[in-house]
């Protein structure tokens, strides 16, 4: 069956450093993998988008690797501040219309100052 | 702001009770879903609806029913609620009214239920 992983563990660093979280799947051939951020008590909200066919996308501080060879994505928040502490989803995305997005479990990240 | 909201926001229940979610949306889009969200397990898919009167089972759908009478409302309903559905429940909305198509969605508030 699909499946997806995340650091299990949550990430600790400090401010000003660059986190990097994992984003792994099996069984799954994605033609698409999306990151959101999630506060607590509120629901997910979409930060990046990569396509099967691209290696790498930069958004500000954000930066999303995606290799389909090894199945997996990273994702990096460089000069990390404590307002990025949240949680972070990966998701994968088939290639039909209106198809089903499949959610990591989240990686929690804690900026210390 | 995508403009989608859940009703109720909480709602605590008995065992074998009927429960009712209400997800409402502004803004025409066609593709509406509903997750849930427990520890450990990340977000998982109930039902999705891909447009009115058209609907689809995700991967946790035992349990679940859903409506989509119209655009702007998906219902999410447990006809008789067990302990094992008090969740986190997630309703989202796919792109961006009018824009390209890229597959993310946008997420509600959440309704936290809790079922005794």
């Known amino acids: 069956s699909q499946k997806i992983e995340q650091n299990s563990e949550a990430l600790n660093i400090q401010e000003g450093k660059t986190a990097t979280l994992t984003c792994n799947y099996t069984?799954?051939?994605?033609?698409?993998l999306q990151w959101y951020r999630q506060d607590p008590g509120r629901g997910p909200v979409f930060l990046l988008l990569?396509?099967?066919?691209?290696k790498e996308k930069r958004k500000e501080r954000l930066k999303v690797t995606f290799d389909t060879t090894l199945k997996q994505s990273l994702f990096h928040i460089t000069a990390s501040q404590p307002a990025d502490s949240a949680t972070y989803l990966c998701?994968?995305?088939?290639?039909?219309?209106?198809?089903?997005?499949?959610f990591g479990q989240g990686t929690e990240l804690s900026v210390k100052p | 702001d995508a403009g989608i909201t859940q009703s109720p926001r909480h709602k605590v229940t008995e065992t074998g009770t009927p429960v009712t979610l209400r997800c409402h949306q502004t803004?025409?889009?066609?593709?509406m879903y509903w997750y849930r969200q427990d520890p450990g397990h990340g977000l998982r898919l109930i039902h999705y609806?891909?447009?009115?009167?058209?609907?689809d089972k995700g991967e946790v759908s035992d349990g679940y029913s859903v409506s989509r009478s119209k655009t702007e409302d998906f219902l999410l309903t447990l006809e008789s609620a067990t302990s094992s559905q008090t969740s986190v429940y997630f309703c989202?909305?796919?792109?961006?009214?009018?824009?390209?198509?890229?597959?993310?969605?946008?997420f509600g508030e959440g309704s936290r239920l809790t079922v005794l």
């Open positions: 990569i396509r099967e066919n691209e």
């Open positions: 989202a909305i796919r792109g961006l009214a009018g824009g390209p198509d890229t597959g993310e969605l946008f």
């Open positions: 803004e025409n889009h066609r593709y």
């Open positions: 998701a994968l995305g088939p290639n039909n219309q209106g198809g089903k997005l499949i």
């Open positions: 069984n799954y051939s994605p033609a698409y």
């Open positions: 609806s891909y447009g009115v009167k058209d609907t």
